[in-house]
Each structure stands twice: as structure tokens, then as C-alpha cells.
Nanobody, 118 residues
Framework: VHLVESGGGLVQPGGSLRLSCAAS????????VSWHRQAPGKERELVAA????????NYADSVKGRFTISRDNAKNTVYLQMNSLKPEDTAVYYC????????????WGQGTQVTVSS
């Protein structure tokens, strides 16, 4: 089982990034997928989630209207489009997959660093 994030980097305030998380080794469409982030000295927090098969999305209040989560089950990939980035969005971003019927079946990626700075 693998979840591999990509797309992180350094961006100026107001800029955009798109994160990708490629899944392998499990039936992706049977999993709800979410993005979480952890800034230095802070707890990991949920950023956005997308259910399966409904595609229902949820967002943290801090990113509503700026971030968009989406998934492509044919490509076993989930995306996080991040616009109007702020310095407080700086964190390591992690992808998570959680089986829709078996909560204990949960996987994490290794994380990708996002730094918003001028």
C-alpha cells in the first residue's frame, strides 16, 4: 500500500499550488480521502476531505473558498488545489485514505512541504 504526495514547494503569498496524492495497492474507490497538514509546533489538522462514492467534500473553515479537493478514481489520485495561499498555510501536507466501511483500515502518505513566503 502506497500513498505518494507531490506538488509541494515554495510559493509567494497569494500564489497557487496543486498537490497530488497517488495511491496504489488498494481499491482506491472504496476509500474516503483527505488532506491534513501539520505546521511546526502544532497538531495535525484536517484540511479537506472527499467521500466515496458520493464525492461529498468537506473543508476546514480556514481554507473554505480557497482550496478545492477532487479525486480521479480512474487514476487512483486525489488532488488539492490551493489558491490565495497565505503564510499560515505553511505546513507539511499529508494524504490520508480511510476505508468507507472499515475505519481501522487507514493509510497515510509521507507528506509534502508547502512553504508560503515572500
Amino acid at each position: 500500500v502506497h500513498l505518494v504526495e507531490s506538488g509541494g514547494g515554495l510559493v509567494q503569498p497569494g500564489g497557487s499550488l496543486r498537490l497530488s496524492c497517488a495511491a496504489s495497492g488498494f481499491t482506491f474507490s472504496s476509500y474516503a480521502v483527505s488532506w491534513h497538514r501539520q505546521a511546526p509546533g502544532k497538531e495535525r489538522e484536517l484540511v479537506a476531505a472527499i467521500d466515496s462514492p458520493s464525492g461529498t467534500t468537506n473543508y476546514a473553515d480556514s481554507v473554505k473558498g480557497r482550496f478545492t479537493i477532487s479525486r480521479d478514481n480512474a487514476k487512483n489520485t486525489v488532488y488539492l488545489q490551493m489558491n490565495s495561499l497565505k503564510p499560515e498555510d505553511t505546513a507539511v501536507y499529508y494524504c490520508n485514505a480511510n476505508h468507507i466501511l472499515i475505519p481501522s483500515r487507514r493509510y497515510w502518505g509521507q507528506g509534502t512541504q508547502v512553504t508560503v513566503s515572500s
